[in-house]
Nanobody, 125 residues
Framework: QVQLVESGGGLVQAGGSLRLSCAAS????????MAWFRQAPGKEREFVAA????????YYADSVKGRFTISRDNAKTTLYLQMNSLKPEDTAVYYC??????????????????WGQGTQVTVSS
């Protein structure tokens, strides 16, 4: 069982930056495909960014490409999402997800077995 804990959310003005973190309880994440998803009020959960467990290949939704960066730390115990040039439409609960040696489509939520509890990001205009 993997427990994921997100942190780093908050309130920021449009154009600002936040860095989200996702830590796994007591294990490294180097063999896990991982991703960030988000869900705004009244909307379905949507893909934001993903990183593969082989070679750390990254994927981004078109809406965040060039503004957000997904990464892992050197010890591969924490997943990050650096969010720059934030827009009001980025307001959502952001969720970290993981799957051991994920072989599914990394941009699809059904690929992931483990999920965090979410962290709120609010961008004011």
């Amino acid at each position: 069982q993997v427990q994921l804990v997100e942190s780093g959310g908050g309130l920021v003005q449009a154009g600002g930056s936040l860095r989200l973190s996702c830590a796994a309880s007591g294990r490294t994440l180097s063999s896990y495909g991982m991703a960030w998803f988000r869900q705004a009020p009244g909307k379905e959960r949507e893909f934001v960014a993903a990183i593969s467990w082989i070679n750390d290949i990254t994927y981004y939704a078109d809406s965040v490409k060039g503004r957000f960066t997904i990464s892992r730390d050197n010890a591969k115990t924490t997943l990050y999402l650096q969010m720059n040039s934030l827009k009001p439409e980025d307001t959502a609960v952001y969720y970290c997800a993981a799957d051991y040696r994920a072989i599914g489509i990394l941009t699809t939520s059904t690929t992931y077995k483990y999920w965090g509890q979410g962290t709120q990001v609010t961008v004011s205009s």
